[in-house]
């Protein structure tokens, strides 16, 4: 879970810091729109919050591994939308993160 919380605050970083790597994949490759970047950001920094505060208390871990799960099902298909296979690699990575933080939270309650 920790694994997750900390790449999804990276990867909010990345976006508000405007990472030329992130701005490439997301922006230039996947057509996402710049004025996006904050807003994702802020997802992803909820979910990294939702996850922390989840450890004391188990529905809130739940719910924020669930929204990351989508965030990343959404992330991946706007990759594939535009046949960026390489792109979705990282994607997929956070992917099995936020599942594995989902599965293993929902099993602890």
């Given at each position: ?15 508000l ?21 904050p ?16 450890i ?9 591994a669930?929204?990351?799960?989508l ?9 594939v ?13 956070m ?6 933080a ?8």
């Open positions: 879970m920790i694994s997750a919380l900390l790449l999804a605050v990276v990867s909010g970083l990345g976006k810091r405007r990472n030329p790597y992130i701005v490439k994949t997301v922006h230039e490759v996947a057509g996402v729109p710049m004025r996006w970047f807003f994702l950001a802020g997802l992803e920094f909820a979910a990294a919050a939702g996850l922390l505060l989840g004391g208390w188990a529905p809130l871990g739940v719910a924020a669930a929204g990351m799960t965030y990343f099902v959404g992330a991946i298909a706007a990759h939308r535009v046949h960026d296979w390489k792109g979705c690699l990282p994607a997929v990575q992917l099995c993160l936020a599942i594995a989902l599965v293993t939270r929902s099993l602890s309650m």
